[in-house]
T-cell receptor
Framework: GESVGLHLPTLSVQEGDNSIINCAYS??????FIWYKQESGKGPQFIID?????DKRQGQRVTVLLNKTVKHLSLQIAATQPGDSAVYFC????????????FGSGTQLTVLP | DAMVIQNPRYQVTQFGKPVTLSCSQT?????MYWYQQKSSQAPKLLFH???????NEADTPDNFQSRRPNTSFCFLDIRSPGLGDAAMYLC????????????FGPGTRLTVT
């Protein structure tokens, strides 16, 4: 079946560096994507979203890039801080399957001092 | 201020003993979801309510049931918990229609002994 997947299960970065977390999706019918951050023992927290009619969206210290040609989504975190250490999930919504998100497998981001 | 509240945060039950997890929300969202999340895995949707309309995922075991007595509350009932049901259970809400962003609660960690 079609799924949302992540290229790297773990990512370690130095504090202050930029982080890039990647996500591959295979369903071209997906039209909405979200990045969630999940800290240990907590529920997922919304970071940023993007619709399929966009290729870039920026938030505070975060940028999401969408490449529909290769079905690739990335989350860029600028000046990574220790508080950014968490598992990051991408999730997609299939056009026509309102109200449902399919989550990818997650990437563990560790920020090194 | 908490928007999606889950109680209890930690629940221990015995093998085969029914257990109920609760979720409440202050967002007045019309959609409520229950997810199961096992260690190092993505959240897996069990079912969701759109208002009073119950939508079960095809692969959700019959052992899992849900009730939504009003807009604010939703319950997850596990009729006969097995060891494999030990997991984090996440409740989420969203406002339908669009956008599809889901707001998650902190989760209930279920242990089955």
């Amino acid at each position: 079946g079609e799924s949302v997947g992540l290229h790297l299960p773990t990512l370690s970065v130095q504090e202050g560096d930029n982080s890039i977390i990647n996500c591959a999706y295979s369903n071209s019918a997906s039209d909405y994507f979200i990045w969630y951050k999940q800290e240990s023992g907590k529920g997922p927290q919304f970071i940023i979203d993007i619709r399929s009619n966009m290729d870039k969206r920026q938030g505070q210290r975060v940028t999401v890039l969408l490449n529909k040609t290769v079905k690739h989504l990335s989350l860029q975190i600028a000046a990574t801080q220790p508080g950014d250490s968490a598992v990051y999930f991408c999730a997609e919504n299939l056009k026509g399957s309102a109200r449902q998100l399919t989550f990818g497998s997650g990437t563990q981001l560790t920020v090194l001092p | 201020d908490a928007m999606v509240i889950q109680n209890p945060r930690y629940q221990v039950t015995q093998f085969g003993k029914p257990v109920t997890l609760s979720c409440s929300q202050t967002l007045n969202h019309n959609v409520m979801y229950w997810y199961q999340q096992k260690s190092s895995q993505a959240p897996k949707l069990l079912f969701h309510y759109y208002d009073k309309d119950f939508n079960n995922e095809a692969d959700t075991p019959d052992n899992f049931q849900s009730r939504r007595p009003n807009t604010s509350f939703c319950f997850l009932d596990i009729r006969s918990p097995g060891l494999g049901d030990a997991a984090m259970y996440l409740c989420a809400t969203s406002r339908d229609p669009d956008p599809y962003e889901q707001y998650f609660g902190p989760g209930t960690r279920l242990t089955v002994t």
